[in-house]
T-cell receptor
Framework: AQSVTQLDSQVPVFEEAPVELRCNYS??????LFWYVQYPNQGLQLLLK??????LVKGINGFEAEFNKSQTSFHLRKPSVHISDTAEYFC????????????FGQGTELSVKP | GAVVSQHPSWVICKSGTSVKIECRSL??????MFWYRQFPKQSLMLMAT?????????EQGVEKDKFLINHASLTLSTLTVTSAHPEDSSFYIC???????????FGPGTRLTVT
């Protein structure tokens, strides 16, 4: 069965510093990978997705992620964070031919401090 | 584009009553809608998948008689929490997927509090 592990539950970082949020997944078949952001008491917004092709994926708000098949990872990065990036980030995986069903990681709380 | 709305955004109900939550895709036809539940400081857990015109598929451990899901049209799905109890208090989020693009669009969520 597929699963997603986000290795850090909380990541504190200073403004303008780089950040990496780690995500590993487990699946026996090909997958699609996603990163979502959730602000307090709101739904989820898609940051970026990997479906196929280039393993380096660029998303909104300056975020990017790299799909590493051999390490079954999909880490999210941003070279310089802003206070407004403070939010909960979720990594999600969907197995191909599963009708779009998403399995989410536990979430990483990114806290950007001035 | 690709906007999903939920109504109500928050609701308080008394134990034993039922409450209905609506999920609408405003500018696209959603062939599939998903319902998630999220407890404070936790991740989203998929409750069920609904396809337009057919019965919902519930995840293991989700009581189908308690959480009634109807997907009557390509733009509307409803979740009814029947005989609600305090332990049903949670944040309920729906998402919608159109045919083709492999992407789900999420609603803003509904905060349910059962007293």
């Amino acid at each position: 069965a597929q699963s997603v592990t986000q290795l850090d539950s909380q990541v504190p970082v200073f403004e303008e510093a780089p950040v990496e949020l780690r995500c590993n997944y487990s699946s026996s078949v090909s997958v699609y990978l996603f990163w979502y952001v959730q602000y307090p008491n709101q739904g989820l917004q898609l940051l970026l997705k990997y479906l196929s092709g280039s393993t380096l994926v660029k998303g909104i708000n300056g975020f990017e992620a790299e799909f590493n098949k051999s390490q079954t990872s999909f880490h999210l990065r941003k070279p310089s964070v802003h206070i407004s990036d403070t939010a909960e980030y979720f990594c999600a995986v969907s197995e191909k031919n599963q009708g779009g069903k998403l399995i989410f990681g536990q979430g990483t709380e990114l806290s950007v401090k001035p | 584009g690709a906007v999903v709305s939920q109504h109500p955004s928050w609701v308080i109900c008394k134990s034993g009553t039922s409450v209905k939550i609506e999920c609408r895709s405003l500018d696209f036809q959603a062939t599939t809608m998903f319902w998630y539940r999220q407890f404070p400081k936790q991740s989203l857990m998929l409750m069920a998948t609904s396809n337009e015109g057919s019965k919902a598929t519930y995840e293991q451990g989700v009581e189908k008689d308690k959480f009634l899901i109807n997907h009557a049209s390509l733009t509307l799905s409803t979740l009814t929490v029947t005989s609600a109890h305090p332990e049903d208090s949670s944040f309920y989020i729906c998402s919608a997927r159109a045919r083709g693009p492999y992407e789900q669009y999420f609603g803003p969520g509904t905060r349910l509090t059962v007293t």
